[in-house]
């Protein structure tokens, strides 16, 4: 009936409605979607000691996403492996990232207990993504533990994690 009489009053009733509906809708959805670890893939190349290692993501990244994961190398006798090259996320050291380091190693020996210690290396979130690294030469390929973990922050919610591994063949 408002319509009738004037369309230009019933726009302006009208356009905040929809547009807090298109809100909400958006804010459900990103609380709801979350990436699985399925939707990564990794492909490895070798060269000598060198590795190179290239994820894809299937499916879109989540909103609430962590603007950086973590990479984990489990070494035997904790050989430090080198030559770690990665895209690292602009903002990280403006970051708390002692913090996020410190939740992903807490979280890692409650979901995986260590024999030996994790080396952590953060790499950027994203599409797309690489990174190469070096074994120490007495190291066997398929002595080496390899993990993407991906971490995820919602608003007014803990940090939660997920983990895949990562098999160097």
């Known amino acids: 009936?408002?319509?009738?009489?004037?369309?230009?009053?019933?726009?302006?009733?009208?356009?905040?409605?929809l547009a807090i509906f298109l809100f909400a809708g958006y804010v459900f959805f990103n609380s709801w979607y979350h990436t699985a670890p399925d939707s990564l893939?990794?492909?490895?190349?070798?060269?000598?000691?060198?590795?190179?290692?290239?994820?894809?993501?299937?499916k879109p990244l989540d909103a609430y996403r962590f603007p950086t994961d973590f990479i984990v190398f489990y070494v035997p006798g904790n050989?430090?492996?080198?030559?770690?090259?990665?895209?690292?996320?602009?903002?990280?050291?403006?970051?708390?990232?002692?913090?996020?380091?410190d939740s992903v190693q807490e979280w890692l020996k409650n979901e995986r207990p260590p024999e030996l210690e994790p080396q952590l290396f953060d790499i950027e979130t994203s599409r797309e993504f690489s990174f190469s690294f070096a074994l120490p030469e007495n190291v066997k390929p398929n002595e080496v533990k390899i993990y993407y973990v991906h971490m995820r922050d919602e608003?007014?919610?803990?940090?939660?994690?997920?983990?895949?591994?990562?098999?160097?063949?």
């Open 1 to 17: 009936m408002l319509w009738k009489t004037s369309r230009i009053v019933s726009l302006l009733f009208i356009l905040p409605v």
């Open 155 to 169: 608003p007014m919610e803990a940090l939660e994690f997920w983990i895949k591994e990562i098999e160097l063949k």
């Open 41 to 58: 893939n990794f492909t490895v190349e070798k060269e000598n000691q060198s590795y190179t290692v290239t994820g894809v993501w299937e």
């Open 79 to 101: 050989e430090e492996v080198t030559e770690v090259k990665r895209n690292r996320s602009e903002d990280y050291e403006k970051m708390d990232s002692r913090y996020f380091e």
